[in-house]
């Protein structure tokens, strides 16, 4: 099994909807996929088919792991999980108040590989995947979850604030994730800006390369709003095209289907 961490250094940059729509493209294509909400704002499951923000899940576990020094406790890690109308296997972060999700954060400090060890209990096929849903990085569960990946796609809309800080962040997270990869969301390349910025990212980003371009599309959120998939609802528009483009990029880089039904 491989693991994916979905980051970005800027908020509403488009983290959710990559990691969702990732997970359930490379279930159609008969992947094994797990995806894990790791950010408290617990929106993955919305994507997933939830009508309700999931109450429990993966953050109420760390919450009450037994603070046994030197130990991570993740046996509850894995206790609240769902399978979505496409077989993705989810994993939700559950509601947490302000100050549960601050003694999160301490106990994320003081277990550096909490998440990491969470993630070796789970049983895939080498074929399968992982993929999680992060909160905005640097954060506790942003760093945790590039630690525990394979591979980080960090999701970096065309705009000045998200690629300088984007190439702030870039030494740390390879330092996490030696497999960092960018995908550029909300382009729209009638915008002259959006295109000098994007020569700067090229530039700045050393030799990281772009994953996939994926396409402004207002009828994405409105699909979002209609509990239906971009992909299904509006499957010729170029978003759609880059969405695919970008589970096809994943799916080439993961174990082959056939090697693992082999093994
Ligand atoms: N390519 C896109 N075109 C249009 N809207 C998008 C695109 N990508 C994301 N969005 C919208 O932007 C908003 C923020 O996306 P989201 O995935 O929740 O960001 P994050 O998880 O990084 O905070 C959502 O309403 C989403 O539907
Ligand atoms: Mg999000």
Known sequence: MKTIAV?????????TTVAATLAVLLARRGRDVVAIDFDWQNMLGAWLGLDALAPRGIGEALLCASDTSGTSDTSGAWEHTWRNDDGVLFVPHGQLTLDEAAACDARLAAHPQWLRHAIAQIALPASG?????????PSRQAQQAACAAD??????????????????????????CRDVRIVVNRLNPAREMQRDVLAMLRAAAGGVPVAQRIH???????????GAWLMDEAPHTQASHDLHGLAHHVDAWLPALEASIAA
């Open 7 to 15: 980051v970005s250094t800027t908020g509403g940059a488009g983290r």
């Open 151 to 176: 591979l980080v796609l960090c999701v970096c809309p065309p705009d000045p604030a998200a690629c300088a800080t984007f190439v702030a962040h870039l030494p740390a997270l390879l330092d996490a």
């Open 129 to 137: 995947v992982a993929v999680i849903d992060t909160p905005r990085y």
């Open 216 to 226: 402004m599309e207002a009828a994405l959120p409105e699909a979002f709003a209609r």
